[in-house]
């Protein structure tokens, strides 16, 4: 069904892989579209508790694609512009977990798919960057704000301002990352930290990514108050009845997912 990327439910996991290796994964308008899809397929489908996000052969993604971009005018580019910009928001915004496993380059809209990921785990082997300035554009994918939101304002000027790539322990000492393995245990991390986030109460989980993810740029009232709503919402469930009760009767929990 999907040309450009991979789609698959395995248990209570979806895998969403780029798949342009000839390219280094980059998104082109094409990728965008599918990405669209099979983001509708992940929230419609109940069965899927999280979600690993990765890219096919040496790189993540090596950003958005540059032959394309190469020749699109103002309207056309802020088309593209958007439709990325749709596709992270939307994975930042659907309350189920995302994964980034980062196989490799990430750079430009790659760095910025793996940021709009709730977490990151790297290979050693992956490389981080925001090259944009480099091409005469700036990072198109909402990676001014997220970067700078992960790494702080100096940070993300600088890897912004210079272009410079970075490597995975450079990205894991400012924060980029939260994790990185050997090449060959990436996607059993990435699988052992998505089972276990499965194994918990799904309405926990979702109410604790709305919580940080809408808190985080509202001023701390604001927030502390979005957070009471959602713990509110989580009190109303079966499964904070099942939860509770579980732990008392020294027993695992059976989730209703409700
Ligand atoms: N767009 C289109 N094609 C790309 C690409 C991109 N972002 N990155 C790599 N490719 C293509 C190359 O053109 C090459 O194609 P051909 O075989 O047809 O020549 C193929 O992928 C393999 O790439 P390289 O031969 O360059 O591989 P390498 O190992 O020598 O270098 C690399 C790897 C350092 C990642 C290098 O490919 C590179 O610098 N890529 C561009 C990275 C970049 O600038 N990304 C930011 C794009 S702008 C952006 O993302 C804007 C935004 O915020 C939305």
Redesign the pocket.
């Known amino acids: 069904m999907y040309e450009n990327i991979k789609y698959e439910v395995k248990g209570n996991l979806g895998y969403l892989t780029i798949n342009r290796p000839?390219?280094?994964n980059?998104?082109?308008t094409d990728v965008l579209a599918e990405l669209a899809d099979a983001l509708k397929e992940i929230e419609a489908d109940d069965a899927v508790k999280a979600v690993i996000v990765t890219g096919e052969g040496?790189?993540f993604?090596?950003?958005?694609?540059?032959?394309?971009?190469s020749k699109l005018n103002a309207v056309e580019g802020r088309a593209?512009?958007q439709a990325?910009h749709k596709v992270m928001n939307t994975i930042d915004q659907m309350p189920k977990p995302f994964i980034a496993a980062v196989n490799g380059?990430a750079?430009?809209?790659?760095?910025?798919l793996a940021m709009a990921c709730d977490i990151r785990i790297a290979s050693s082997k992956a490389?981080f960057?925001?090259?944009?300035v480099?091409?005469g554009?700036?990072?198109?994918?909402c990676?001014t704000q997220r970067l700078s939101r992960l790494v702080g304002k100096g940070m993300a000027k600088y890897l912004i301002y210079s272009?410079e790539?970075i490597n995975a322990e450079e990205a894991f000492r400012i924060g980029l990352v939260e994790k990185v393995v050997e090449p060959d245990a990436l996607m059993e991390t990435a699988e052992k930290l998505a089972n276990t986030i499965a194994s918990k109460a799904p309405i926990a989980v979702a109410q604790a990514k709305i919580a940080i993810n809408n808190g985080f740029d509202m001023d701390l009232k604001s927030a502390s108050q979005l957070e009471v709503e959602a713990t509110t919402v989580c009190f109303g469930s079966e499964d904070q009845k099942e939860g509770m009760a579980a732990f008392l009767e020294k027993r695992a929990p059976e989730w209703k997912k409700r």
Not at 61 to 69: P, R, Y
Not at 137 to 141: A, E, S
């Open positions: 000839k390219a280094l980059a998104l082109n040496k790189a993604v090596a950003g958005a694609d540059i032959a394309q971009m593209m512009m990325g380059f750079l430009g809209g790659g760095c910025e490389k960057g925001q090259p944009e480099g091409l554009i700036i990072p198109g994918f990676g272009a790539m």
